[in-house]
């Protein structure tokens, strides 16, 4: 029996966790993942990459978000269990959320199942960050850095002789020495795809070192402080709409630390390491489906907005299942 050659294109969280995913699924393949950026120039890597879905991640229907986002969370607390949650970059993280005007952005119908811990606050824990905040929720979570999360995983599938190549995708359709393409490029399928339906969500954040800080804060006007690994921790941010500008700017970055300062005045003292931005691919839903591409198999798996760290489990679980389909059934049957 000869192997099946199949490539993922993307070589962020998404395409890293699909590859893993589909080298468990399928025995006899040989697996290339191919991407133009790698590490940190992903956005994968700007993210900070807490796990707390927000309203405008969506599949098809809400049992289907709901699934992705459950499936995502058991495949990185097995993680977070096993002895290489370290090198991995996943970890357990505290938060708070508060509000001074809205009690429903405290809380969060999607994860309160599923976490260990999700609860109002006690009076006294509403003055943790200043005076004014009126609603509040605690909760424990989990957080992926990528910049350790991809190469862990970049080390297993090499192990299980996957092979790395970096060069620009120009058409999906060029690529007919492969049996299937999987599709996870991000916002590159804005393009590859002439796909109008992904819109950029522009995120600013600054790196600071505060090795002081124990637990993630949320306020309002997207204000969040968030810590990480080796004492960094990530403060932000903006949400812009359909913005493209990759440059870091003075305005939002002067308005993010003095926003992140109020909520945590012990910020003032946080050494600045750098500046990131990063383009969220929002889309909705996410696009999870197979498609002939000038007779190239391809299954898309991008579109994962604000959310893409702590869902691509969930929807590369999908991703595998729809390629073996595709596979198995050749197109033939109605997917
Ligand atoms: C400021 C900010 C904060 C965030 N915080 C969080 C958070 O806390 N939690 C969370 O879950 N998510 C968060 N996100 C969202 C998250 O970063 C994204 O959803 C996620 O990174 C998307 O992953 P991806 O693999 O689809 O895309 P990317 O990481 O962008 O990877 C795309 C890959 O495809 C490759 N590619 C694209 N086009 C081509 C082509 N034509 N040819 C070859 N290769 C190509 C690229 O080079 C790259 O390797 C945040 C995002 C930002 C910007």
Sequence with gaps: MTNLNIAVVGGGVVGYTVARLLQQELRNVNLTLIADLFGEDTTSCVAA?????????AGPNKQITKQWIDDSWYFFEDIVKSSEAAQAGVMRLSAY??????????????????????????????KICGEGWKYGSYYETLKIECDKYLPWTEGIIKQNGAKIIQRKVDSLA???????????????????????????????????????????????????????FNGLATLGGVRQYDSYNMN????????????????????????????????????VPVRLEPELVGGVKVVHCYGHGGYGVMCAPGTAITAVQIATEVLRTNFKSKM
Aim: proline letters at 6%; aromatic letters at 10%.
């Design 49 to 57: 990459g807490i796990f707390r879905p927000g309203p405008s991640f």
């Design 97 to 126: 959320i508060f509000s001074k005007q809205n009690y429903h952005t405290t809380r969060n119908h999607l994860i309160e199942d599923i976490v260990p811990v999700y609860r109002p606050v006690e009076k006294d824990e509403l």
């Design 174 to 228: 060029s690529l007919t020495e492969y049996d299937l393409v999987l599709n996870c490029t991000g916002m590159g399928a804005k393009y590859l795809c002439n796909d109008t339906d992904l819109v950029a969500i522009r995120g600013q954040v600054i790196k600071v070192r505060a090795p002081w800080l124990k637990y993630s804060v949320y306020g309002d006007y997207d204000t969040y402080v968030i810590p990480g």
């Design 248 to 283: 870091v700017c003075k305005h939002d970055a002067a308005a993010i630390f003095e926003r992140c300062c109020e909520l945590v005045p012990s910020l003032k003292d946080a050494e600045i390491i750098g500046h990131r931005v990063g383009l969220r691919p929002h889309r």
